[in-house]
């Protein structure tokens, strides 16, 4: 049997995930195609709530509410190539009741590629703003620095 | 023989393209995935030059050079959902020598669901900034309203 | 305000959509990446659907239903480029109470550069196979030369 | 630092490499969208040619050669859901001077849900088939029972 898929690591408040570009992920110019910084984003994020030990997939699947970008700004700094070994970084930067703001880096041999601030509000099935769990709340506090 | 795919419209300096939310473009919470709406951007961003007379492909080919966003803000304001129809727009802001600033929007229905502005830069083969062939200069300068 | 998006063309038995390949449908050996191949077909079958007057979207929205691909035989004859407009051409083979079989190429310049035949397994929402509703079965048959 | 991204193991001929499902492979209908299952065979392949200690993408930018799937016959048994762990096996079955016969299955808890058989042609950069590079030629018969 072959290692399970990584989680990543959350150490510091700092998620970290490493991942593979493949040929799915590059385009004609040869470079990874700039959108696909957002899929390895969303592989960050949710990497960093699986080891944070919540279960979204659970909360999308029985309608208590899902995760949404609603705000990102994103720097493209250099582009990554096929078969680069990146490196996604994931940290909470606050906590409201229905959102989360987050920093984002992907980093590729110690030098940032690409990074982004973004909200990621919680919604219920309907669309709208939902309070997040308490208990997600106080686990989120106890992730960022100043809240801790 | 079916309609040729359309490549928009470019009038007064914006152009439009609507396009149709398929399958591939959506995800488990039943909602277009965050991040296709930059492939729309981008298709909306290729039939602009397109109609505008600037053939991007052959630049790539030929080893000119190639646009490569380098920094985009972005709000996510309502989901699309499959079959739905959307219209991206896309309009020229500024002009610099080696880059451009763009604003798009994907509207549904007369409503805004999704707005980006970014900055396009030509970059070298090997990824460095190069200046803009001076007909495109030309002709970004002519379609932007305050320049023209 | 720019064209509809096309839904393509069903004539004789036999529907017809063009589509063009930008970046995202590309890699880095600067060809069309192969599975994209596959959400082209799907675009094709969407819009066949739409033309011939069936509401899909609407019986996977409604819990009724939704076709799933079961099985597929593909060949790749020549690669695709960026830009390139490609047509999509499908057609009904033969139709059983709860699948059908299709017959799909994908076409550049009068050549075909992939086909594809393929079943589509109609499906509950708990994925057991279920009975196409009546009227899409006699519709269909009314495709298909040797039915009809 | 977090642990590198897995290559997966390489057995007794068989590759094993295991992969997450994410918001990006899924589609409204709450499964795997159909194509991703391509994708998710190509990262296996990708792995099976690193661990075996070919570099595939050193052979696609210095001009050499690339693989290209020419031919694929697929079979999808059972959906796949987000944050589902699968495991993606592969195969060479028989190996000819331009090309390779490779059986893939994709397998979720120990039951297969998706099983392809497919030709990976090498082709030169102008597309038309190569001779493999001898030393790849012997590896992949080393790695076939019956060739061994």
């Given at each position: 049997?072959?290692?399970?898929?990584?989680?990543?690591?959350?150490?510091?408040?700092?998620?970290?995930?490493?991942?593979?570009?493949?040929?799915?992920?590059?385009?004609?110019?040869?470079?990874?195609?700039?959108?696909?910084?957002?899929?390895?984003?969303?592989?960050?994020?949710?990497?960093?709530?699986?080891?944070?030990?919540?279960?979204?997939?659970?909360?999308?699947?029985?309608?208590?509410g899902a995760y949404a970008?609603?705000?990102?700004?994103?720097?493209?700094?250099?582009?990554?190539?096929?078969?680069?070994?990146?490196?996604?970084?994931?940290?909470?930067?606050?906590?409201?009741?229905a959102a989360c703001?987050?920093?984002?880096?992907?980093?590729?041999?110690?030098?940032?590629?690409?990074?982004?601030?973004?909200?990621a509000a919680f919604l219920?099935?309907?669309?709208?703003p939902r309070r997040q769990?308490?208990?997600?709340?106080?686990?989120?506090?106890?992730?960022?620095?100043?809240?801790?």
């Amino acid at each position: 049997m072959s290692a399970l898929p990584s989680s990543g690591v959350l150490d510091g408040g700092v998620h970290r995930l490493q991942l593979r570009v493949y040929f799915e992920d590059t385009d004609t110019a040869a470079i990874v195609y700039h959108a696909k910084y957002l899929h390895f984003l969303e592989r960050g994020r949710t990497e960093f709530l699986r080891v944070a030990g919540i279960d979204h997939a659970a909360a999308v699947r029985e309608g208590l509410g899902a995760y949404a970008v609603t705000q990102m700004d994103c720097r493209w700094l250099r582009p990554a190539r096929l078969d680069d070994v990146l490196l996604v970084e994931t940290r909470l930067i606050s906590v409201r009741a229905a959102a989360c703001r987050i920093d984002q880096a992907i980093i590729r041999d110690g030098t940032p590629i690409f990074t982004a601030n973004l909200t990621a509000a919680f919604l219920d099935p309907a669309g709208r703003p939902r309070r997040q769990p308490r208990d997600w709340l106080a686990l989120y506090h106890s992730l960022i620095p100043q809240d801790a």
